[in-house]
């Protein structure tokens, strides 16, 4: 599910009063962490702190039970590997001694720690780690790595105590890859990196980013084998994530469906979006992509069958006879329902894009139809009562909901964290102060069973762009009472990026106004609406006289004004990415997309000052045209150096992001010798799919056809030159 954002290009400039806002803690409300110094994600249910802090001097003892299980063995390990990589503090699994020891345990558990919780104690000489559980205890080690200081001294951590449990159980981040492909090196390194944070379960939605063994012809060019998924689904497991395949069943389906032999499944002859739920070829080849799926995740106790956006349903003669019969909502729930059994009947519990008691509400609901008992409920819904009566009603009826985190603007390169822009140009706030809200709310209601936090491919951003809002979805679905939304801030840039990263709020304000202003130039909004509105290039020059119509500047005037803007903002954004890349802080290939980001930015603010300057400088060759010819020409080749350099500089821009992308994934629109990408559009015009490859990024700049015009203006001083 998508929300839609109009770029009105009159309303970009972001008030000063918002960009400027105070990022600082307020000190009388900061949490006891944080006046200690301390950024700790999730934030922890119970503190309490006192007593003598644990220092950790020379080589630490880790000491586990004696009957450890292996999984116990794993979390001490990475505790080994992180606090090295990390903090240069070195650790080895041994027998306590008199030195300093972190004692890793489940048997001193009481009956009151919760399922997924820990103690910790930090005291002098002893820091102890309780659990009832395996996950508990590697839990209450990643909370121990964000509890430690270092100063001259050394590295410690202040005496205290912390108990902490989650207040929802089931915290999910759906990563979408429809669009993209990346790397098994970092698609490990994200699930690593998620596990930090307490997530416990990936939604990966493949579409065709899996070679499926029953129908190999789906699976784009490099495709994830069935031994890579199950490669990732042991690897996630040992950081305590499940993965949840996401094959999409009834809408979303032009992976599949664009594909010739399977256009007669189609609801629709000429749109490849979605299936017919009353041809029954729909669930053969469905259910068979769906076994393939449960292969290659052995473990998972879920599957989803995603299903939403069913633009087209009840469209052909058949299903619009049938849905007379027991309305939209029953045959949405026929298709669903009978792939609810069928993936029961594998050992799945079926997640689906439906809202809990979805079916009884809107302009068709289901007649004579319910949901099956297995069906977990997943969507977004804007009809629920303050107290969550809808979800309530749903789970006492037997079915898991999960809490949606709010979608956040759908903006090219960047989610709109700081402020988010309605159809009508009105500034609203921000997607985190957005989730915040509604996140904290969910847990403190105690009505679900999950949270899931999704990240829509549709503009084609780079996944390290979602980790704020997949990190802020964990930590307020852990707990919903702390911290505040400031504190978390500081504390998201602090924990992630570390200590001593600088003006990293400043830098997402600045790209959060940077992209807007960029989905608000040339035919961007145009793509997406087709509303008028299209850039044009300034006038050629023509005849003996160098006439040409001055209108460019004119008509521009407004964007011009603001490119000048933003390109002052970009230059800031670029400098502080510099200044942090610098500093010994994690997380440095962030910045490298981000500076990619910012120099597109920069790119189109120069490339609207480079039109300006170029209609101001062929009318310096007119003015001259009957005063001096060699001033005339001179302007003239000056025009033509200033569009040549723009092209230049689209080129190097574009190609840098580019290569600093696909350090992490393939590159889009990925062919081999042996299998060519399949390319073809959908109804759903995403912003990334417009283009097989990269270039949807610079396809507007590339409809001017700055190109035709050089060669044009070349043409024209051709003749120019016979003149004199």
């Not at 010739?260 to 029954?280: A, T």
């Not at 080849?285 to 087209?312: C, N, R």
Request: proline share 4%.
């Amino acid at each position: 599910m998508t929300t839609r954002v109009n770029y009105n290009f009159r309303t970009l400039l972001f008030p000063l009063i918002f960009l400027f806002l105070s990022t600082s803690v307020n000190l009388l409300h900061a949490s006891e962490l944080s006046n200690l110094g301390l950024h700790v994600i999730p934030y922890p249910q119970k503190v309490k702190v006192g007593g003598s802090d644990f220092t950790f001097k020379n080589e630490i003892t880790i000491v586990l039970d004696k009957d450890h299980s292996v999984p116990d063995r794993f979390t001490a390990e990475e505790l080994i590997r992180d606090l090295k990589n990390e903090w240069n503090i070195m650790a080895k699994i041994g027998v306590r001694k008199n030195s300093p020891s972190i004692i890793l345990t489940r048997h001193r558990a009481t009956k009151s720690l919760k399922e997924q919780g820990y103690q910790i104690t930090a005291k002098e000489g002893e820091l102890q780690v309780i659990a009832n559980g395996e996950v508990g205890l590697f839990y209450g080690t990643q909370t121990l790595l964000q509890l430690i200081l270092q100063d001259n001294n050394g590295c410690r951590i202040p005496g205290l105590v912390i108990t902490d449990w989650p207040s929802i159980m089931n915290r999910a981040i759906h990563y979408d890859t429809k669009h993209h492909q990346d790397k098994a090196s970092y698609v490990k390194s994200f699930i690593k990196d998620l596990s930090r944070y307490k997530v416990n379960m990936l939604v990966w939605e493949w579409e065709d980013k899996f070679a499926y063994p029953s129908h190999p012809e789906i699976g784009a060019p490099g495709a994830f084998s069935i031994e890579e998924m199950k490669d990732f689904t042991r690897y996630a497991k040992q950081y305590h994530i499940q993965i949840v395949p996401l094959v999409q069943g009834l809408g979303h389906v032009s992976f599949i469906l664009k594909f010739p032999q399977y256009k007669h499944l189609r609801e629709i002859e000429s749109s490849n979006w979605e299936f017919c739920p009353l041809k029954e070829g729909t669930y053969n080849l469905l259910f068979d992509l769906w076994k393939d799926a449960i292969d290659a995740t052995p473990g998972s106790a879920y599957i989803h069958i995603g299903s939403d956006e069913t633009f087209e349903l009840a469209a052909c003669e058949n299903c619009k006879a049938k849905s007379e019969e027991i309305g939209k909502s029953g045959l949405y729930q026929l298709f669903v329902n009978k792939a609810t059994e069928y993936l029961k009947s594998k050992g799945r519990k079926v997640m689906a894009w439906e809202a809990p008691m979805g079916w009884t509400v809107g302009e068709s609901p289901a007649i004579g139809i319910s949901p099956v008992k297995g069906l977990v409920f997943t969507e977004s819904y804007n009809y629920e009562t303050p107290g969550y009566s809808y979800a309530k009603e749903a789970r006492s009826l037997g079915f898991e909901v999960f809490a949606y985190d709010p979608n956040p603007g759908v903006v090219p390169m960047m989610i709109p964290y700081t402020f988010e822009k309605s159809e009508e140009g009105e500034i609203q706030e921000g997607s985190l102060e957005k989730s915040y809200k509604f996140l904290c709310s969910a847990a403190r209601s105690g009505s679900f069973s999950g949270m899931i936090s999704t990240s829509w491919d549709d503009s084609g951003l780079h996944n390290q762009a979602w980790m704020m809002h997949f990190i802020s979805a964990a930590a307020y679905s852990w707990n919903g009472d702390n911290p505040s939304l400031d504190e978390f801030r500081e504390s998201y840039y602090s924990s992630y990026y570390g200590q001593q990263q600088t003006n990293m709020n400043e830098l997402f304000k600045l790209l959060n106004e940077g992209v807007y202003y960029y989905a608000g130039t040339m035919e961007r909004n145009v793509w997406h609406y087709g509303e008028i509105g299209q850039t044009h290039l300034p006038d050629l020059p023509r005849s003996d006289a160098l006439e040409y119509d001055p209108f460019w500047n004119t008509k521009y005037k407004e964007e011009v004004n603001l490119s000048e803007v933003i390109l002052s903002k970009m230059n800031k954004a670029l400098q502080i990415i510099e200044d942090n890349k610098k500093s010994a802080i994690r997380h440095k290939y962030d910045l490298d997309v981000f500076r990619t980001c910012a120099e597109l930015i920069k790119h189109t603010c120069m490339t609207y000052l480079d039109l300006s300057n170029l209609e101001y400088t062929i009318k310096e060759a007119h003015v001259n045209r009957y005063v001096d010819y060699n001033v005339s020409l001179m302007n003239l080749l000056k025009a033509q150096q200033i569009v040549e350099n723009s092209l230049k500089r689209r080129e190097v821009v574009f190609n840098d992001l580019v290569s600093t992308w696909e350090e992490t994934r393939l590159p889009k629109g990925y062919s081999t010798n042996d299998k060519p990408y399949f390319y073809m559009q959908d109804r759903a015009r995403h912003f990334a799919n417009r283009r097989a490859d990269m270039s949807f990024l610079i396809y507007d700049e590339q409809l001017l056809d700055i190109e035709g015009y050089l060669d044009k203006l070349k043409t024209y001083i051709d003749y120019f030159k016979t003149l004199n």
